[in-house]
């Protein structure tokens, strides 16, 4: 669709599922289940949507998915999909992984950073985007390198160390404009260093959320992810986020929602924040 003088699209690697519980922290399943129906193993479906924006000259991608590297019984138990495949979803738009110039990652949990990589003819791994810089923040990457018990199970080295080999990451600190238009902002909670992506043209204004709300079903304040590491520094951005893009009319994009990819928010006669999806996607 069109953004002022820019292009964005929703491009995906598919899709996935993960423990509903986990998906809903605090909010029992009673309530969460009315929106997200479960499967006999308690996995709620969710989508790995991307998002491609074409600015300045440049093709841009935020977050890359889970990629082709893990094996059957990472599918299995995340119940993976990738049908289509970024790969795929980009070659619908007439675009290689050679035509990347930026990606953005939100943060680098491996469902968000998984394609950052891929193996060669020879097993090693390499980056899959080579012509491209890659943009994440310095915290976001330390923490990574750093993982602990509890984190570790969501960062994977060979998702952003091969990259780091081949000298393509720029690392941000703070809130940074990469191109006219196109900023990242620090929306921490969910990770410290957690960003989500600005983009403006023209009057207009869209968010890309990343897993500071990854559904629809995740408006409402309390409804805050189990894999959150601070759920309350979540509440105050969630909030901080809403509240803005109410005044400001922001187009909000979610990357997780099985369903409905964009939309704005309205008040409902309780006053509370609901979406008015868009669905004019190319």
């Known amino acids: 669709m069109k953004l002022g003088a820019f292009d964005i699209y929703a491009v995906t690697d598919g899709r996935f599922r993960l423990d509903g519980g986990a998906m809903f922290g605090v909010v029992p399943k009673a309530l969460w289940q009315k929106c997200c129906p479960a499967d ?6 969710l989508h790995l949507n991307c998002l491609l924006i074409q600015a300045h ?28 495949s970024l790969r795929d979803s980009l070659q619908r738009h007439g675009l290689t992984h050679d035509d990347i110039h930026l990606v953005i990652n939100t ?22 985007f080579p012509k491209a810089t ?9 923490d990574a390198v750093a993982a602990n018990e509890r984190t ?8 952003f160390s091969p990259v780091a080999q081949l000298n393509q990451w720029e690392f941000l600190r703070g809130d940074t404009e ?16 957690h960003q989500s992506v600005k983009v403006e043209s023209e009057g207009r204004i869209a968010f890309f959320l990343g897993d500071l709300i990854p559904t629809v079903s995740h408006l409402p304040l309390p409804y805050i992810m189990g894999y959150d590491l601070d759920p309350m520094q979540t509440l105050d951005t969630k909030r901080w986020v809403l509240d803005r893009a109410f005044a400001e009319d922001w187009l909000l994009i979610f990357e997780h ?3 409905i990819q964009a939309g704005h928010l309205r ?13 004019v996607w190319q």
Do not use: C, W
């Not at 968000?112 to 980056?127: D, E």
């Not at 008040?267 to 669905?279: I, M």
């Open 40 to 45: 006999e193993l308690n996995r709620i479906p």
């Open 57 to 84: 000259g440049k093709n841009v991608l935020v977050d890359t998915g889970l990629g082709d590297k893990e094996d059957a019984k990472f599918h299995s138990m995340f119940a993976v999909e990738r049908m289509p």
């Open 107 to 128: 943060h680098l949990h491996f469902d968000h950073a998984g394609g950052n990589t891929v193996a060669n003819g020879n097993g090693l791994l390499q980056s899959a």
């Open 134 to 142: 890659y943009y994440v923040q310095q915290g976001e990457y330390d």
């Open 152 to 159: 570790r199970a969501s960062y994977r080295r060979n998702n």
């Open 178 to 193: 990469l191109l006219p238009g196109i900023t990242t902002m620090v929306t921490a909670g969910h990770t410290p260093f």
């Open 257 to 259: 929602d099985p369903l």
């Open 267 to 279: 008040r409902d006669t309780e006053g509370r924040y609901v979406l008015e999806e868009v669905n």
